[in-house]
């Protein structure tokens, strides 16, 4: 199977799965309930399908279980049947990713790189987030954009912003699913604290989401995964 990797993270598991396989192969692995796959069947979409099975494959995976049953609260947060942590995942078309955390909220967002974040940007950043990321990728020499797959008809190189743009857009993503309330607003609400994405001895990072009765630090971390950007966070610092 080809699971890019897990990792054991001071009480949380991180895993990141390549989907590559079969829908039958996903479909058998995924030990999902027969009605969660009856609905499944119900996407006319393959790569749908092979997402949603993925990400199960690789939480019975993870946690060795023989059937998996998810379910979502009012506000679409998902936990997993009989385990008593928390669980958090997301999907492209190519990879599936897992976060596992038994004893707080767990947050993760993977996401391909594309231009089209650009159109999108002033949606979810703050005017100062967006004035760093546009200050630290003009920094960057055009030998050192990141390559990209030729599958991104838009722009077959990842300029620096563009990287940027998703280490941001995932980091709140992630933040939200995190806490998993509704009233959390991705611009507003929560602010990525300046650093230096391109050093590459750091690989750590710390947002602040404000809420009415106070703010929660977080230290988020990420990973280049090919032509993805992952971030996850599993701990509040206050």
């Known amino acids: 199977m080809p ?39 119900s996407y006319k979409n393959e790569s749908r399908r092979k997402q949603w099975l993925a990400c199960r494959a690789l939480i019975a995976r993870m946690l060795h279980l023989e059937a998996v049953k998810i379910t979502y609260d009012g506000y679409g947060k998902p936990s997993l049947n009989g385990f008593q942590g928390y669980i958090s995942f997301s999907h492209t078309r190519e990879y599936a990713a897992v976060l596992i955390n038994e004893n707080d909220p767990a947050g993760i967002d993977i996401e391909k790189l594309t231009s089209r974040i650009h159109r999108v940007a002033d949606r979810f950043l703050q005017p100062d987030e967006l004035e760093h990321i546009k200050r630290l990728a003009g920094k960057m020499v055009t030998g050192e954009r990141c390559q990209l797959t030729q599958a991104d008809s838009d722009n077959t190189e990842c300029h620096p912003q563009t990287e940027l743009l998703y280490l941001y857009w995932c980091a709140k993503e992630a933040l939200y699913k995190f806490y998993g309330k509704p009233d959390v607003d991705l611009k507003n609400d929560i602010h990525i604290s300046p650093f230096d994405y391109f050093c590459i001895s750091q690989d750590t990072f710390a947002a602040r989401v404000n809420f009415q009765e106070g703010a929660k630090d977080h230290e988020l971390q990420f990973e280049r995964i090919g032509d993805h950007m992952l971030v996850y966070t599993f701990s509040k610092q206050g």
């Open 3 to 41: 699971v890019i990797f897990e990792k054991n993270l001071s009480g949380a598991r991180l895993g990141v799965w390549h989907i590559i396989e079969s829908e039958d192969f996903l479909r058998f692995n995924s030990r999902a309930f027969p009605e969660d796959i009856a609905t499944v069947d």
